[in-house]
């Protein structure tokens, strides 16, 4: 039965990416593309343009049968997968050597709007971990749908998790267990991003300019250092605050449901330590962890869609950015 599952799997065609999704994609260490597509993710190769694989996130299991509005609603409720992200560990580029047992390290990480993180394994296309909150205690109160994730090295492997609007957690992969949780409330945390100079430190950033630098120490609980800053002037005075007064209060939804066309992003430069880019909406801005201050900004041209996403180029001094109407921008540091 499970080897008939995979074939099945393995002949899906997958459906579009929608609003939804979030933009939820990652690129592997091998080069493969994962990306969530509806309630599936989707790999492929983009060298090749070849369909890799179709994995499915299965459906979230009802909690109890006594309530029909209970059953109906947690079915109603589409998993939608929200955040992918590969394990930073290196495999080989070929894909016929994904079939290797030497390969059986390779692991997907995926979120979903029901709050469930499943950890794949590639090699067999099934689910290896479930990373989720026990909800038994809870009854019938909305669960914190996953927003961002980010692997972090410490002595081991960790997961970095938002959960709902404001809520940074710490798993264990290896042990299914939440390390540590820091609870950013009132912020909506918009996305988290890894230092590629040290692997422990990662940051969360915030809608409205809030940003928390966080450093795993270790894997005890409580060896997580901690520095928040507020980025100044970056508060969009006529979108958020609009989309605010029709957001319900004490909402467990993460950013990407309460705000689809809000986007904040950061990324650690490539070329320079303590130095993130962050986009919002209308404004660039270049930032200093070190000294917490802000370098440089710059607003969008007129005529420009908002921004949507960022890549610093690893090999030289430029900036890709997606906006929300599909354009790309490069943008270069001034002398």
Same mark, same amino acid.
């Given at each position: 039965?499970?080897?008939?599952?995979?074939?099945?799997?393995?002949?899906?065609?997958?459906?579009?990416?929608?609003?939804?999704?979030?933009?939820?994609?990652?690129?592997?260490?091998?080069?493969?593309? /994962?990306? %969530?597509?509806?309630?599936?993710?989707?790999?492929?190769?983009?060298?090749?343009?070849?369909?890799?694989?179709?994995?499915?996130?299965?459906?979230?299991?009802?909690?109890?049968?006594?309530?029909? $509005?209970?059953? $109906?609603?947690?079915?109603?409720?589409?998993?939608?997968?929200?955040?992918?992200?590969?394990?930073?560990?290196?495999?080989?580029?070929?894909?016929?050597?994904?079939?290797?047992?030497?390969?059986?390290?390779?692991?997907?990480?995926?979120?979903?709007?029901?709050?469930?993180?499943?950890?794949?394994?590639?090699?067999?296309?099934?689910? /290896?971990?479930?990373?989720?909150?026990?909800?038994?205690?809870?009854?019938?109160?909305? =669960?914190?749908?996953?927003?961002?994730?980010?692997?972090?090295?410490?002595?081991?492997w960790l997961l /970095?998790?938002?959960?709902?609007?404001?809520?940074?957690?710490?798993?264990?992969?290896?042990?299914?267990?939440?390390?540590?949780?820091?609870? $950013?409330?009132?912020?909506?945390?918009?996305?988290?991003?890894?230092?590629?100079?040290?692997?422990?430190?990662?940051? /969360?950033?915030?809608?409205?300019?809030?940003?928390?630098?966080?450093?795993?120490?270790?894997?005890?609980?409580?060896?997580?250092?901690?520095?928040?800053?507020?980025?100044?002037?970056?508060?969009?005075?006529?979108?958020?605050?609009?989309?605010?007064?029709h957001s319900t209060?004490?909402?467990?939804?993460?950013?990407?449901?309460?705000?689809?066309?809000?986007?904040?992003?950061?990324?650690?430069?490539?070329?320079?330590?303590?130095?993130?880019?962050?986009?919002?909406?209308?404004?660039?801005?270049?930032?200093?962890?070190?000294? %917490?201050?802000?370098?440089?900004?710059?607003?969008?041209?007129? %005529?420009?869609?908002?921004?949507?996403d960022l890549l610093?180029?690893?090999?030289?001094?430029?900036?890709?950015?997606?906006?929300?109407?599909?354009?790309?921008?490069?943008?270069?540091? =001034?002398?």
């Open positions: 039965m499970q080897a008939r599952s995979m074939a099945t799997w393995d002949s899906m065609l997958p459906g579009p990416a929608n609003r939804s999704n979030g933009g939820a994609a990652d690129c592997s260490p091998a080069g493969l593309l /994962a990306y %969530g597509a509806g309630s599936s993710v989707v790999v492929v190769d983009p060298r090749s343009m070849q369909l890799v694989s179709v994995l499915p996130m299965p459906s979230p299991s009802p909690q109890s049968s006594a309530s029909i $509005t209970t059953l $109906t609603s947690a079915l109603a409720l589409a998993p939608f997968v929200t955040s992918v992200r590969w394990s930073p560990q290196p495999i080989s580029r070929e894909l016929s050597a994904l079939d290797d047992p030497s390969n059986s390290h390779l692991r997907l990480a995926a979120g979903d709007r029901q709050g469930r993180i499943a950890i794949w394994d590639f090699r067999s296309r099934s689910i /290896a971990l479930w990373l989720e909150f026990d909800h038994s205690s809870r009854g019938d109160r909305p =669960k914190l749908g996953i927003q961002d994730l980010c692997w972090v090295r410490s002595d081991s /970095a998790a938002i959960h709902g609007p404001s809520l940074l957690v710490l798993w264990s992969p290896a042990t299914g267990r939440c390390l540590w949780k820091y609870d $950013t409330a009132p912020e909506y945390l918009g996305c988290i991003g890894r230092d590629p100079f040290d692997w422990r430190h990662f940051c /969360a950033l915030g809608l409205c300019g809030f940003l928390l630098s966080a450093i795993a120490l270790g894997e005890d609980s409580a060896d997580v250092s901690l520095q928040e800053h507020h980025l100044p002037g970056v508060w969009d005075s006529v979108e958020l605050p609009k989309n605010e007064r209060s004490g909402s467990t939804a993460p950013a990407v449901a309460v705000f689809p066309q809000f986007y904040a992003r950061l990324s650690f430069s490539p070329r320079w330590r303590h130095i993130v880019m962050v986009t919002f909406p209308k404004e660039l801005i270049v930032f200093d962890l070190q000294y %917490g201050t802000s370098l440089s900004s710059a607003s969008l041209p007129r %005529g420009c869609s908002k921004f949507m610093p180029d690893p090999d030289i001094d430029l900036l890709y950015c997606i906006h929300i109407d599909g354009r790309l921008s490069i943008w270069k540091r =001034k002398e």
